[in-house]
T-cell receptor, first 110, second 114 residues
C-alpha cells in the first residue's frame, strides 16, 4: 500500500509556462510535506515544504498548495526554466519518518 | 557549504559477496538516515539513527543488512551476502533532529550486483 503517490511519471512544459506537479497521500496522520528535486548523479535536494496547518507556501518561483480534505498537494513552478528539468519527489512526514513518492520527471523545453 | 559525504560512489560486486557503504553526515546533525532507491521509485527508508541509537529499522532486511553509527557521527551500512535484487542507489541523509523536516542527502552509492 503506497501511502504517497505521484501519478504522473513525467511532465513536459515550455520554458516560461507554468509547471504543476501533483501528489496524493492516504495517511491522514502526515503533518508535514516537502518537495525535493533530484538531478542525475546527485542526491535529492530540498525545495519547499508546508505544514499541515497551512494551505499554501510560496518561495520565489515555487509555490506548494495543500488540500487536506482531498489529501492532495501540488507544486507550481512559475515561470518554468530549463534548469528546472529534474526529477521531483514529494515526501510526507509522520512521527519523524518520511515517506516518498516515486517521483515525476519534469522536462522544460527552451 | 556543509555536505553529506558518501563513499564509494559506485560499487560493482558479485552476488554472495560482502559490501559496505560509508556516510559522513553534516557536522552536528543528530539524525542519520539510510535509504534505498530502486530505479523509477522513490527513496525507501532502511534505517534511522538518533545519535548512535537506532530509532527505526523496520524495513531493514536484517538477515543480510546491518548498520552502525558507533560514535554518533559517521555510519556504515553493510550487506552480506549481496543478492541480485540489492542493485540500487543507497542514499544517506542527515537532519539536525528527528522531525526537523528537511533532510540533507548525500550523492549516493550506486550498487550493481552481478
Amino acid at each position: 500500500d503506497q501511502q504517497v503517490k505521484q501519478n504522473s511519471p513525467s511532465l513536459s512544459v515550455q520554458e516560461g509556462r507554468i509547471s504543476i506537479l501533483n501528489c496524493d497521500y492516504t495517511n491522514s496522520m502526515f503533518d508535514y510535506f516537502l518537495w525535493y528535486k533530484k538531478y542525475p548523479a546527485e542526491g535529492p535536494t530540498f525545495l519547499i515544504s508546508i505544514s499541515s496547518i497551512k494551505d499554501k507556501n510560496e518561495d520565489g518561483r515555487f509555490t506548494v498548495f495543500l488540500n487536506k480534505s482531498a489529501k492532495h498537494l501540488s507544486l507550481h513552478i512559475v515561470p518554468s526554466q530549463p534548469g528546472d528539468s529534474a526529477v521531483y519527489f514529494c515526501a510526507a512526514i509522520n512521527a519523524g519518518k518520511s515517506t516518498f513518492g516515486d517521483g515525476t520527471t519534469l522536462t522544460v523545453k527552451p | 557549504e556543509a555536505e553529506v559525504a558518501q563513499s564509494p560512489r559506485y560499487k560493482i560486486t558479485e552476488k554472495s559477496q560482502a559490501v559496505a557503504f560509508w556516510c559522513d553526515p553534516i557536522s552536528g546533525h543528530a539524525t542519520l538516515y539510510w535509504y534505498r532507491q530502486i530505479l523509477g521509485q522513490g527513496p525507501e527508508l532502511l534505517v534511522q539513527f538518533q545519535d548512535e541509537s537506532v530509532v527505526d529499522d523496520s524495513q531493514l532486511p536484517k538477515d543480510r543488512f546491518s548498520a552502525e553509527r558507533l560514535k554518533g557521527v559517521d555510519s556504515t551500512l553493510k550487506i552480506q551476502p549481496a543478492e541480485l535484487g540489492d542493485s540500487a542507489m543507497y542514499l544517506c541523509a542527515s537532519s539536525p533532529q528527528i522531525g526537523s523536516g528537511e533532510q540533507f542527502f548525500g550523492p549516493g552509492t550506486r550498487l550493481t550486483v552481478l
